[in-house]
């Protein structure tokens, strides 16, 4: 019971979160009811409510159906955050039921449709170290379960030919002037050699251990822009396994996800670059940095696409080959003509047709391989490719 209420330590107490719940009286009554509670979990002759956990499981539904009801950036933000309360609310019933291993995977998946389908940031200020708290506990509960993955290979450093600008090391004040204001790419060197995760994340076991239980959107097929692509929600396990240990499986992709949210233990292994507090405008406030994780096997692909904002592409281990286009040869890159990839070229830029697509023949490509311990810097707009040419693990920081 011990580390069960060191957990329940950090849900929020009903003043915490009463400003969430001012405009849904429902909400406001059943999660009220479901703080109060918990304030009563540390008695040794607790016996948990019955009627309020039913209550809590039948709000998380109701917000469950008001989220999939139209379009999703519709729904309301408090509608949100609710349906995480009441989840985190749901895990507590749920571990004061059994602590069982079906009953500990339960608790991840609901911790995960808390973070995936409702709003956690900005919730209350024990949120974090709830998350990690009941991660970890899990975690440890569950760790002589897994399976042995491997130890992903450190691939000895190569030359390679270089088509764009490169700097070891710059400080911020050169890549101010030498790429972030002229907006000029460029591969940065030994920017990112303190990271623990260089040497922690190969293996792939100690992911497992932090996340192994954990339900992440999977990317199924070489790339987005085939018919073939779907997507699925996987336990990260279940994907390390399949994607790991056995080279026949059909390509899956972790890809462009905002994994150090969901889990903050591997956040801690990483660091924001310091060239992320630049800014295009004259804002005092701090740019809002977004951490994308991309973790695959050999082969993944991200075909020719641009983005709106800045890019530090850096590669914790593996090795990635890039083909870069500027926003200036836009006219000649062939976008796709539908909305949803408007910003995707339809060549494909490693085996180029110029039969089909002749005015991609005027378009300047540019080169670079990416490895590890590598940073990419791709400005606003400008056209990547990017191929794994190994197992891989990369994470994007995006600003504007």
Same mark, same amino acid.
């Given at each position: 019971?011990g580390?069960?209420t060191?957990i ?5 107490k009903y003043k915490?979160?009463?400003?969430i719940?001012e405009n ?10 479901a703080a109060?509670?918990v304030?009563k979990?540390n008695?040794e002759?607790?016996?948990y409510?019955?009627e ?15 989220i999939h009801t ?6 309301p ?5 609710i349906?995480?309360?009441?989840n985190?609310?749901?895990i507590?019933y749920l571990l004061c039921?059994s602590?069982?291993?079906q009953q500990?995977?339960?608790c991840a ?8 389908i409702?709003c956690t ?10 998350q ?8 440890k509960a ?9 130890i992903i290979?450190?691939? &000895?450093?190569?030359?390679?030919k270089?088509?764009?600008l490169v700097l070891?090391?710059p400080?911020?004040?050169d890549?101010?002037? &030498?790429c972030?204001?002229?907006?000029h ?10 990271w623990p ?34 997507q699925?929600?996987?336990?990260i ?10 080279t026949?499986?059909?390509i899956?992709?972790l890809?462009q996800?905002e994994?150090?949210?969901q ?5 801690a292994d990483?660091?924001?670059p ?10 005092e ?19 020719? *696409?641009?983005?709106?904002?800045h890019n530090l ?7 990635? *080959?890039i083909i870069?286009a500027?926003?200036?040869d ?5 976008a796709?003509?539908?909305e949803?990839?408007c910003?995707?070229s ?5 085996q180029?047709?110029f039969e089909k697509?002749p005015l991609a ?11 590890a311990?590598d940073?990419l810097?791709i400005?606003? &707009?400008?056209? *990547? ?6 197992e891989?693990?990369?994470v ?5």
């Open positions: 019971m580390e069960r060191e329940y330590k950090y849900l929020p915490e979160i009463k400003i719940l849904e009286p429902e909400a406001n009554y059943i999660l009220g009811l109060t509670d304030e979990a008695s002759t607790y016996e409510n019955e309020v956990y039913y209550l809590v499981c039948s709000l998380a539904e109701k917000c469950w159906e008001r139209g379009h999703f950036s519709a729904v933000l408090e509608v949100r955050k349906y995480a309360l009441s985190y609310f749901k507590f039921e602590v069982s291993q500990l995977m339960r998946e609901v911790l995960d449709e808390a973070i995936l409702g940031q900005e919730l209350y200020e024990g949120s974090d170290e709830f990690s708290q009941l991660t970890s506990y899990i975690s569950l760790e002589n379960t897994q399976t042995p993955l491997p290979e450190s691939l &000895k450093r190569q030359q390679f270089c088509d764009i070891d090391c400080s911020i004040e890549f101010r002037t &030498k972030f204001t002229t907006e790419p460029a591969l940065l060197l030994n920017t990112i050699t303190h995760a260089l040497q922690k994340w190969r293996d792939l076991n100690y992911i497992h251990k932090l996340a192994g239980n954990r339900t992440v959107p999977i990317e199924i097929g070489s790339n987005y822009t085939t018919d073939e692509w779907s699925q929600l996987v336990k396990r279940d994907f390390l396994q399949r994607q790991f240990t056995n026949d499986n059909e899956e992709y890809a996800h994994l150090f949210d889990i903050p233990a591997l956040k990483i660091r924001i310091d060239y992320c507090i630049l800014r295009t405008s004259d804002s406030s701090p740019a809002h940095v977004s951490i994308k994780a991309w973790l695959g096997p050999k082969n993944t692909i991200s075909p020719l *696409h641009y983005d709106p904002e592409l850096c590669q914790v281990f593996g090795r990635k *080959h870069l500027s926003p200036a836009t006219p000649n890159l062939y796709h003509e539908s949803m990839l910003n995707t339809q060549l494909d830029a490693a180029l047709d697509f023949a005027k378009a300047t490509f540019y080169n670079v391989t990416l490895q311990g940073c810097y400005p606003p &707009k400008w056209w *990547h490719y990017v191929r794994a040419e190994s891989s693990f990369s994007s920081f995006w600003w504007s």
